[in-house]
Structure formats: C-alpha cells, structure tokens
C-alpha cells in the first residue's frame, strides 16, 4: 500500500489550504490506524502537526492549534488537514503518516506561504 499526498501550492499570508492524503493498496485500510501529518521546513526536523486516532479524536500541535483541522474519512481512505490563517513559517514539506504498526510514510507535497 502507499500514501499519496496532494493540494499544496503558493498562498498568501492569511490564506488556506486543504491537503488531501490517500491511501491505495490491497488491505491498506487508513481506518486501522492512527494517522497523523507532519511537516519539515529547510533545514529543520520534521515535526509532528496533527494526529487522528482511530476513534476519530485529534489532537494539535501547539503552533497549529485553532487553525489547522485534521479530519479522516475511512470509507474514502482518506485524511485531510484543512489549514487557514497561514503564516511565512507554515512553509514546509507536508507529510501524511499512517502510524503503528505499518509506520507508513506518503512522498510530501509542498506549502509555500507567502509575505
């Protein structure tokens, strides 16, 4: 199975985005596991931003908190972060992760935030 991650761009100061992450694969089903997006900026480590249990409860980042929103539809096979009011240092690479035990890694997509 793999994850595919989508929706970033360019957007300004204020803005928003809606990432998309899809898991595809024989019995790779998102919905037994915890799910959980992160981030690593230029020359940072890659850092936790949002977790999904399976029971659908999330949880923040404190930098994140109030403005980013994780969510997760199983039928669909999909999560989601849904992020407004951007800020400059919300730049990074975005990376979907299914968590134990498949410990699953998508390939990125990038969020350029503007000033």
């Known amino acids: 199975g793999q994850l595919v991650e989508s929706g970033g761009g360019l957007v300004q100061v204020g803005g928003s985005l809606k990432l998309s992450c899809a898991a595809s694969?024989?019995?790779?089903?998102?919905?037994?596991?915890?799910m959980r997006w992160y981030r690593q900026a230029p020359g940072k480590q890659r850092e936790l931003v949002a977790t999904?249990?399976?029971?659908?409860?999330?949880t923040y980042a404190d930098f994140v908190q109030g403005r980013f929103t994780i969510s997760r539809d199983n039928a669909k096979n999909m999560l989601y972060l849904q992020m407004n009011n951007l800020k400059p240092e919300d730049t990074a690479v975005y990376y979907c992760?299914?968590?134990?035990?498949?410990?699953?890694w998508g390939q990125g997509t990038q969020v350029t935030v503007s000033s």
């Open positions: 694969g024989d019995n790779f089903r998102i919905y037994n596991y915890p």
């Open positions: 992760n299914a968590g134990f035990p498949i410990n699953k």
């Open positions: 999904i249990t399976i029971g659908s409860v999330p």
